[in-house]
């Protein structure tokens, strides 16, 4: 196959950053998506409606002139022990805000504003599962006892799986899954539960990680993951089931920040999305299932109009930029240096 057109795709799960950073990132995604749902975990985090309605319209002024009537971003709430369910409800109101962000204090990059206690936020998942509102995990513990291979399958048996019986209707994405154990339980659970995956985690094993010393633009969390994992991500991806669809979880970090003794979280996959996930299914031999997951499940699960405009991808080599430019500072993309066979026309 030279080419293949398909509806134009969203992201589910995508880092902009802000001020200078977000102008330098945005582009990369609005060139290739219709919409994004935007991760809140800025400093200090978008914990109100206001603030996630003062985020959006920073976002929409940072996008070129070309792109500024296709691209809609998607905004979320920062969840804390102390968010209050009357937020909730103003956020439903916006008609913007479109889910509820749960980081574990400490599971990740800006999460230390994250939950300590998920009982404490139990009235809140109640205003959101009265509201429809959907909460959106990074599903991992922060248990420092908890091997870091494991903590998506603690959060599983700790976290997710009593919330799913207390929430029974609570619409939840399992965002970026990692293992075959996240894939078996969202594959069992009802129509309320989905999950994103990236094309990172499914191009990549942790192997990646120490191929000739420590690679730490490979180094992300949810950590990549044994190869084992990523076979059950891509039969996940490529199965047609409408519960997993695409999400980059996208992550800028400078090179400085993550060539140093303690390396940010993150891999910057923005630039290429759609050519990633478009060689990640043509190794699977599965490209004709790349359109309904890139474009139609997610749409689906949250519960808005499928796009009706098209993208082509066509059979054309071309070399990943060895930086970005990233605020004064570069940027390293994933398979910097490295040729790509798709390109987006």
Request: proline share 6%; with cysteine.
């Amino acid at each position: 196959m030279d080419s293949i057109t398909i509806t134009r795709p969203d992201d589910w799960h995508l880092h902009v950053r802000d001020g200078e950073q977000m102008h330098a990132v945005l582009p990369h995604s609005a060139k290739q998506f219709a919409r994004a749902i935007i991760m809140p975990n800025l400093k200090p985090p978008v914990v109100t409606t206001d603030t996630a309605l003062a985020y959006r319209a920073r976002i929409l002024a940072a996008l070129p002139a070309t792109l500024q009537s296709g691209f809609e971003p998607l905004m979320t709430l920062y969840l804390t022990d102390n968010t209050p369910p009357a937020e909730v409800i103003r956020a439903k109101a916006s008609g913007v805000v479109h889910g509820v962000k749960l980081y574990p204090a400490g599971a990740t990059t800006n999460s230390d504003a994250g939950v300590t206690d998920i009982t404490k936020c139990y009235a809140t998942l109640d205003a959101m599962e009265q509201n429809d509102l959907p909460l959106l995990v990074h599903g991992e513990v922060t248990d420092p006892d908890v091997d870091v291979f494991d903590k998506e399958k603690a959060f599983i048996d700790r976290i997710l799986a009593p919330l799913t019986q207390r929430f029974p209707n609570l619409r939840i994405v399992f965002e970026h899954v990692t293992t075959r154990d996240a894939v078996a339980f969202v594959k069992q659970t009802s129509n309320a539960i989905a999950a994103t995956i990236t094309a990172h985690h499914l191009l990549l094993n942790r192997n990646a990680i120490f191929q000739g010393g420590i690679r730490p633009h490979y180094f992300c969390l949810p950590i990549l993951k044994r190869e084992t994992h990523r076979q059950a991500l891509l039969e996940a991806a490529t199965s047609g089931n409408p519960k997993f669809f695409l999400g980059t979880d996208s992550a800028p970090h400078s090179q400085a920040n993550k060539e140093n003794a303690c390396g940010c979280a993150g891999i910057f996959t923005a630039h290429a999305a759609i050519e990633l996930y478009a060689t990640a299914f043509e190794q699977a031999g599965a490209l004709e299932k790349l359109e309904a997951f890139a474009s139609f499940h997610g749409a689906d699960f949250y519960q808005l109009p499928r796009n009706k405009d098209v993208i082509t991808l066509k059979k054309d080599r071309w070399i990943v930029p060895e930086y970005f430019e990233f605020a004064g500072e570069k940027l390293i993309p994933l398979y910097a240096n490295t040729g790509l066979t798709w390109r987006l026309t």
